[in-house]
């Protein structure tokens, strides 16, 4: 089984910031890497596919990487709305896995 | 717009049953694998079940097998998860997702509802 860690737990940011995601995976999972973002009461939004696809209608701020076993989400300027959890999804091998994810506050 | 609708989640006594419905628009629901993800409280999101698009295949994740049942109906546009013998580490917001299969297993999700709360107390 995959186990997916997210780090930090945590992120501080201030709004224009760089903010730069981390997700290590147990064991290889090629590129087959899935990021989203949550807000609460609000329904998961697929931002990022095949490590670093952008799904449709995302902002170009926002990027991924890696392959492998490490993966990273950068969101170049933080906006306002861009507050919220990030996870990352595994979908190379079963069970599916996803990341405890990463919060990003406002500094 | 893709949008899907869960409901039927609530408050329910160990061992007890619910039904959770989620009614889908706005895509083509017969061409999509569907299926349940569920976050408990402080925890990382779990895929639960999943089922092809005529209902001939369907997947579940250990904890849940022989408990839980998914279903779907063409005529409705919509996905059940038929829950029985419930527990408390069931409890958790189950959110209805759209499948992308790359290949095989290789599934992520590309829409998702806003979910629905189960609470079971022991």
């Known amino acids: 089984e995959i186990v997916m860690t997210q780090s930090p737990a945590t992120l501080s940011v201030s709004p224009g910031e760089r903010a730069t995601l981390s997700c290590r995976a147990s064991?290889?999972?090629?590129?087959?890497l899935a990021w989203y973002q949550q807000k609460p009461g609000q329904a998961p939004r697929l931002l990022i596919y095949?490590?670093?696809t952008r799904a449709t209608g995302i902002p170009a701020r926002f990027s991924g990487s890696g392959s492998g076993t490490e993966f990273t989400l950068t969101i170049s300027s933080l906006q306002s709305e861009d507050f919220a959890v990030y996870c990352c999804?595994?979908?190379?091998?079963?069970?599916?896995?996803f990341g405890q994810g990463t919060k990003v506050e406002i500094k | 717009e893709v949008q899907l609708v869960e409901s039927g989640g609530g408050l329910v006594q160990s061992g007890g049953s619910l039904r959770l419905s989620c009614a889908a628009s706005?895509?083509?629901?017969?061409?999509?694998?569907m299926s349940w993800v569920r976050q408990a409280p402080g925890k990382g999101l779990e895929w639960v079940a999943n089922?092809?698009?005529?209902?001939?295949?369907?997947y579940y994740v250990d904890s849940v097998k022989g408990r839980f049942t998914i279903s779907r109906d063409k005529a409705k546009n919509s996905l059940y998860l038929q829950m029985n013998s419930l527990r408390a580490e069931d409890t958790a917001v189950y959110y209805c997702?759209?499948?992308?299969?790359?290949?095989?297993?290789?599934?992520?999700?590309?829409?998702w509802g806003q979910g629905t709360l189960v609470t079971v107390s022991s």
């Open positions: 997702a759209r499948d992308i299969v790359v290949v095989s297993v290789a599934i992520y999700f590309d829409y």
């Open positions: 706005g895509f083509t629901f017969s061409d999509y694998w």
């Open positions: 089922i092809k698009q005529d209902g001939s295949e369907k």
């Open positions: 064991q290889s999972v090629s590129s087959n």
């Open positions: 095949g490590a670093s």
């Open positions: 999804q595994q979908y190379y091998n079963w069970p599916l896995a």
